[in-house]
């Protein structure tokens, strides 16, 4: 195709994109360097016929002036990321050196909210993600052994969990969960310890999101996994089975090295929708145990006082985190587009 | 399994069919619940005293003489108006799907037939984005739509929509349109069309397959989105998403709970009608990025 020819046709959607998503992340850098402006004070003398008193005021007009003429704010350079509510390096040294053993360390840096947010979107993006995997690859190998007529319906409702927004789907099991709820009873009655709350504790809440997170995802892995046991090579498997593989060498030498290629595309996939978490926090009502990045953002976005350059910094940083856990497939690409010319 | 030799034992049989009814009630078990649920009282659906209260409706029958009472969904259809965040998301979807499925036509069509090396760098800044949280976006947004008053209002939310669209929809339709014969428009061009005139008479007759596919997926973005809705959108303009979870701020009265399991069943019905009728799309645009693997 033409360069020019190209151009047109390509426009509309670099355009789309250009606007809405690069200059976007310029705007958030550079608003993540920048501060409000304090409010001017201005002096002023009142004289009654005794004494004088001087008194400080806020002088809007200025303020208002000083706003106006840049509506950014002042520049700060990198202090926004430097504060204690994200990178904190100052409390992180000060917890190194007068540390008490690493677990005291951990402790204190878990104290801050950034690496708490950190803390909490890592361990869900790195637990749940194999997790799902194994849940879908099993679902898959069992599913494929049913009568075709059942399939269908199976594949049905297994979308489901998937399809439906996370903030929806996550409140239809929270209010099972809730303590009031069928399975929130359930669960008391069980263990039989009446003030069983799973919305109480921090351990209990990571345990039900990242529940949530398999039970979201898994549908994506099992689909994946399903159309690739289609493919598979019927004649791998027999000379497999004439060579006295069992079941589980079978599943283990060959279906497993067939799927391959695929549990490395739903692990990319996955790690790259699991480190955006969000709209289960909210769900779940979850954010005094569990914040991830995302809410982390969010919340400093909402309310009525819009904190526009916190949120920026801490967006800054989500999307080198993002760039770092991308890295790998980027590498591959390349190669792969290299290799063919 | 065609094959004998490919018989399981019936243990195994039987194991295995277990695992699929057990994965069958946790995946369809909680949305069957909250269905039937929706048409108790809140002291039903929550129901400490006994659970099988929630499945007979025992207090649903106390206070209005039957074991179903529609009391939630008119108090979230009616009083909170939930119909106009319905009305709301019908016209973000359908615009977000409109325009996303025309500008990603258009590119990935030309992405499929260019062989020069920057297609490649779009291919791969189309990854990146499409790897980005929207919700890290949403502060860039902010300042320069409170500047020029376009905050609050359905276009910019549709176009902001589109844009965060474009990442994947690129990348589906371009490997859609890899699948289509190049001989088919090169012979058209060879006939006199411009490139233009091939991909409008020769391209656009074949491409509905991918093309309805991905709208599946644009469809079902602009409809869950919830970090951009959310932010961008003022009180009277909320998609249904923002809707039910601005609901939740006002849980703490009695029966407002209802009011949102009523929100959530109906935002759901339409997802699982769609899913009835376009399961094949799904599954077949789930695993056709998986192929490329």
Known sequence: ?341 | MSSKAFKQPWTLRTASSVFVIAWLILAAFPFLWTLWGSFKVELDFFSKADWRNALTGARTMAEHGSSFTGNGYSGAWVQEEFWRAVFNTAIVCFFTVAISLTIGTLGGYALSRSSYRYTFWLLITALIFRAMPPITLVAGYLLPFFEWNLWGILPTTIVVLVAINQPFTLWMLHSFFQKIPKELDESAKVDGCTQFQAFRHVIIPVMWPGVITTGLFSFLLAYNDFAVTSMLLEKENQTMVPKIASFLGTTQTEGNVMFAVAAVVSATAPLFILVMFFQRQIVSGLTQGAVKG
């Open chain 1, 1 to 341: 195709m033409k360069h020019k020819t190209f151009f047109w046709f390509i426009l509309p959607t670099a355009l789309a994109m250009l606007l809405f998503i690069a200059l976007p992340i310029v705007s958030v850098i550079t608003q993540s360097l920048f501060t409000p402006h304090e409010q001017v004070f201005k002096t002023v003398e009142n004289c009654t016929p005794f004494k004088c008193t001087q008194s400080t005021t806020i002088d809007q007009e200025a303020t208002e002036a000083l706003r106006e003429a840049q509506p950014l704010g002042r520049f700060v350079g990198l202090s926004i990321y430097l504060d204690r509510g994200h990178l904190a390096f100052g409390e992180v040294a000060q917890a190194w050196q007068s540390r008490d053993g690493f677990g005291d360390f951990f402790n204190k840096i878990g104290n801050l909210p950034f690496y708490r947010a950190m803390a909490f979107t890592l361990s869900y993006t790195f637990v749940v993600t194999p997790l799902l995997i194994i849940l879908g690859f099993m679902i898959a190998v069992a599913v494929n052994s049913l009568h075709r007529h059942l399939k269908g319906l199976v594949i049905f409702f297994s979308l489901l969990p998937m399809i439906v927004s996370p903030l929806i789907g996550s409140l239809v099991l929270f209010w099972m969960v809730d303590s009031r709820g069928v399975l929130g009873t359930g669960l008391q009655w069980l263990l039989s310890n009446p003030d069983l709350s799973l919305k109480a504790s921090t351990g209990l809440t990571w345990i039900m999101l990242m529940v949530y997170g398999v039970w979201h995802s898994a549908p994506f892995a099992f689909v994946v996994f399903y159309a690739g046991l289609q493919t598979l090579p019927k004649d791998t498997l027999e000379s497999a089975m004439i060579d006295g593989a069992t079941r589980w060498q079978q599943i283990r030498y060959v279906v497993i090295p067939h799927l391959m290629p695929l549990v490395t595309f739903v692990a990319l996939i996955q790690l790259m929708d699991n480190f955006r978490v969000f709209e289960p926090i909210v769900g779940f009502n979850a954010e005094a145990h569990a914040q991830s990045l995302s809410w982390f953002i969010f919340n400093d976005l909402g309310g009525e006082t819009r904190l526009l350059s916190s949120a920026s910094a801490s967006s800054v940083l989500t999307i080198l985190g993002v760039a770092i856990l991308l890295s790998p497939v980027l590498i591959r690409t390349w190669r792969d587009f290299n290799s063919k010319g």
